[in-house]
C-alpha cells in the first residue's frame, strides 16, 4: 500500500512556486520602471533573447505566454497598473468572469 499525502499534487505545488516568483520578480521590474531605473525597450530586448533561448515544449507554453503577454504591453506603452493587471490575470490563469 502507497501512502499519498493530502493535498495538491507535488507538480501543482511547483507551478504555483514558479507562478509566485513571476509575480514577485514582475512586480519588482515595474517598481524599477517607475523609478527610471530600466528602459521598457531594452528589457523588452532582453525577454525577447530569453524567450529565444527557451526550449519550445510543453513545460515552458506557459512561461512563454507570460512573458509574451506582458512584453506586449510594454511595447504597446501600457502604464504600469495596466501592466500588473494584465500580469497577474495571466498569471492567477486569466480573467475570471462573474
Known amino acids: 500500500m502507497h501512502y499519498h499525502p493530502a493535498g495538491p499534487e507535488p507538480r501543482t505545488l511547483e507551478l504555483e512556486f514558479v ?12 517598481a524599477m520602471i517607475d523609478q527610471g531605473a530600466l ?5 523588452d530586448a ?3 533573447g530569453f524567450i529565444e533561448k527557451l526550449p519550445h515544449s510543453r513545460d515552458t507554453m506557459g512561461l512563454r505566454l507570460v ?3 506582458w512584453r506586449q504591453g510594454l511595447r504597446d506603452g501600457e502604464d504600469e497598473v495596466e501592466l500588473r493587471r494584465q500580469l497577474f490575470e495571466v498569471i492567477s490563469g486569466g480573467r475570471r468572469h462573474n
Open 19 to 30: 507562478k509566485g516568483h513571476i509575480a514577485a520578480t514582475m512586480t519588482l521590474i515595474h
Open 39 to 43: 528602459d521598457r525597450d531594452r528589457l
Open 46 to 48: 532582453f525577454f525577447e
Open 67 to 69: 512573458i509574451e503577454q
